[in-house]
């Protein structure tokens, strides 16, 4: 079992800056891969970037390169930073991890961007 408690979160305006934190505890020497996702009113969750084990990152095209993703394992905790941010980053931010059976999520922080 993995629990993920995510932090960061708040209120910016366009243009600025945000760092989330995910930090994992439980099993988490059988996590493989960790990640972001977001999911904005009325829309599905989407995938904002993710990082492997060995640091392998990922990113869509709507976050490369204004995002980045990376860890610390020695705190086994993920962050997210964010630069350039758009009223469209809006968003619930969630923590994921994914081991060989499960995902596992975070409860979700809030990202508020205004224009």
């Known amino acids: 079992q993995v629990h993920l408690v995510e932090s960061g979160g708040g209120l910016v305006q366009a243009g600025g800056s945000l760092r989330l934190s995910c930090a994992a505890s439980?099993?988490?020497?059988?996590?493989?891969?960790m990640g972001w996702y977001r999911q904005a009113p009325g829309k599905q969750r989407e995938l904002v970037a993710t990082?492997?084990?060995?640091?392998?990152?990922n990113y869509p095209d709507s976050v490369q390169g204004r995002h980045t993703i990376s860890r610390d394992g020695a705190k086994n905790t993920v962050y997210l930073q964010m630069n350039s941010l758009k009223p469209e980053d809006t968003a619930v931010y969630y923590c994921?991890?994914?081991?060989?059976?499960?995902?596992?999520w975070g409860q979700g922080t809030q990202v508020t961007v205004s224009s």
């Open positions: 994921n991890a994914k081991d060989s059976w499960f995902y596992y």
């Open positions: 990082i492997t084990k060995d640091g392998i990152t």
């Open positions: 439980g099993s988490v020497f059988s996590i493989n891969v």
